[in-house]
């Protein structure tokens, strides 16, 4: 196949005569493109898939902490730290408490991953990738910056020098995880979020740095006593039908 728009015009000139067959003929050719643009899509996924595996079986692995707290009392991982973790991100200081429920490190490379359980359906990189970039899904770069601060205040010297590289989500239920890079490029500029999503002239941030950016607007939109509603999907406006509420819910395709 050259490409659907030569073959569209190319069937429609072999049957010009005759209308009702150039119209089966076109819908069946339509048909066929798109199975040959969904196995495209899929080979793509399957092989970025294979890479990701790649990466990861490279990264000399080990478990070092189970549900390591920091602000919370109870059970735990013996390294958890009673006190809050404080984080300065963009002009913005916070205090974070919560739980990682592993941490992954590899001492030859100081490089640590995050896995957060979940009990719930599970969810493909890409999804994740897209909610993180809407600013929909930071738990899991909070938990970064929060590991890399006790890492800072000396609280787990043993990883002295280590930086987190992977954040993922885990679905033992369903023998399945979604994660990435930190390092991975978010698609967008220095402008930040809210800002238009090509990348321009400025170097591409990266999922970590968009990820902080995130954190400190919500942090700020709290402050301010504004809760916006961010919804996930909407097929009105995504399939570009006119909603009455889109001014109101304020949803945007990504």
């Known amino acids: 196949v050259v490409g659907g728009g030569f073959t569209r015009t190319w069937f429609k000139d072999q049957h010009a005569a005759d209308p009702a067959g150039r119209e089966a003929a076109l819908a069946g050719l339509e048909t066929a493109l798109d199975q040959l643009e969904a196995e495209k899509l899929a080979a793509l996924q399957q092989a970025r898939d294979a890479e990701r595996e790649q990466r990861e079986s490279q990264m000399d692995r080990r478990a070092a902490h189970a549900e390591l707290g920091f602000g919370v009392t109870g059970e735990g991982d013996p390294s958890s730290s009673p006190n809050p973790v404080t984080l300065q991100i963009d002009g913005v200081r916070l205090q974070v408490k919560g739980q990682i429920d592993r941490v992954d490190w590899d001492p030859n490379r100081q490089a640590l991953a995050i896995r957060d359980y979940k009990s719930g359906s599970k969810l493909s990189s890409g999804a994740l990738l897209k909610k993180t970039r809407r600013g929909l899904s930071i738990q899991l770069l ?113």
């Open 142 to 254: 909070l938990y970064a910056e929060a590991l890399e601060a006790m890492i800072a205040r000396k609280e787990l010297s043993h990883l002295a020098g280590s930086r987190v590289v992977e954040v993922a989500l885990e679905f033992p239920k369903m023998a399945s995880a979604a994660g990435f890079r930190t390092s991975a490029g978010s698609g967008l500029s220095a402008a930040g979020p809210g800002a238009a999503g090509a990348v321009g002239p400025r170097a591409e941030l990266s999922m970590r740095e968009l990820g902080r950016l995130w954190i400190a607007s919500h942090i700020r939109g709290i402050d301010a006593g504004r809760f916006d509603l961010l919804p996930e999907a909407c097929p009105k406006v995504e399939g570009g039908a006119y909603c009455d509420f889109e001014r109101v819910c304020g949803f945007r395709p990504a």
